[in-house]
């Protein structure tokens, strides 16, 4: 157990939709990254928050956004979802930059 | 672009025989490398890292080489076990515009056979 906690583990919606996912760091970690891994593209950095502030931004859609809140927890929202973005969402925690990064165990998003 | 390459997707090894997995990486800017583990339908372990000032780092069966000349790192596992069957990844993080978010290899599927 990373000590990451996402929710929730699966998530089935349509085309068009909007989703919510929800990661908790380790307790003490200010870093959290989220990460994206489909079939075709592996595992794909998508933003880094550091402590409430958007740290690092990577290949990551306009339809995409995430926030971290004062708690430490974050959120990535993705909206008008498309076939393409069923995949797997992890998110990571990390106390400094560069260091370890430990991942939660994912959430897997199905669009149909 | 992919700036962390595994070119081996799969190995094979019998149980009791060391595991050599190879990862490949082309920006200079990297300084930090990781190797993690992953079981289908769980998130990616950490197992060990190596940081460029050094070129080994020894973690009970698992060992990981770096050669900043080559851009070449490799994850070394003595003795294999059947538990050790999963998918590793080589990630990648440096300075500049690389601190903080990882770059990962495709992964390679390894499997330890009794």
């Known amino acids: 157990d990373s000590g990451v906690t996402q929710t929730p583990k699966h998530l089935i919606t349509a085309t068009g939709q909007r989703v919510t996912l929800r990661c908790s760091p380790r307790?003490?970690?200010?870093?959290v990254y989220w990460y994206q891994q489909s079939l075709d593209q592996g595992l794909q950095f998508l933003i880094q928050?550091?402590?409430?502030?958007?740290?690092a931004k990577g290949n990551i859609l306009e339809r995409f956004s995430a926030q971290q809140f004062p708690d430490l927890h974050s959120e990535l929202n993705l909206s008008s979802l498309e076939l393409g973005d069923s995949a797997l969402y992890f998110c990571?925690?990390?106390?400094?930059?560069?260091?370890?990064?430990?991942f939660g165990p994912g959430t897997r998003l199905t669009v149909l | 672009d992919q700036q962390v390459k595994q070119n081996s997707p799969s190995l094979s090894v019998q149980e009791g025989r060391i595991s050599i997995l190879n990862c490949d990486y082309t920006n200079s800017m990297f300084d930090y490398f990781l190797w993690y583990k992953k079981y289908p339908a769980e998130g990616p372990t950490f197992l060990i890292s190596?940081?460029?000032?050094?070129d080994k780092n020894e973690d009970g069966r698992f060992t990981v080489f770096l050669n900043k000349s080559a851009k070449h790192l490799s994850l070394h596992i003595v003795p294999s076990q059947p538990g050790d069957s999963a998918v590793y990844f080589c990630a990648a993080s440096g300075r500049g515009s690389t601190l903080g978010r990882l770059y990962f290899g495709r992964g390679t599927q390894l499997t330890v056979w009794p």
């Open positions: 307790s003490g970690d200010l870093s």
């Open positions: 928050y550091y402590n409430g502030e958007e740290r």
């Open positions: 190596i940081s460029s000032i050094k």
């Open positions: 990571a925690s990390s106390d400094l930059a560069p260091d370890t990064q430990y």
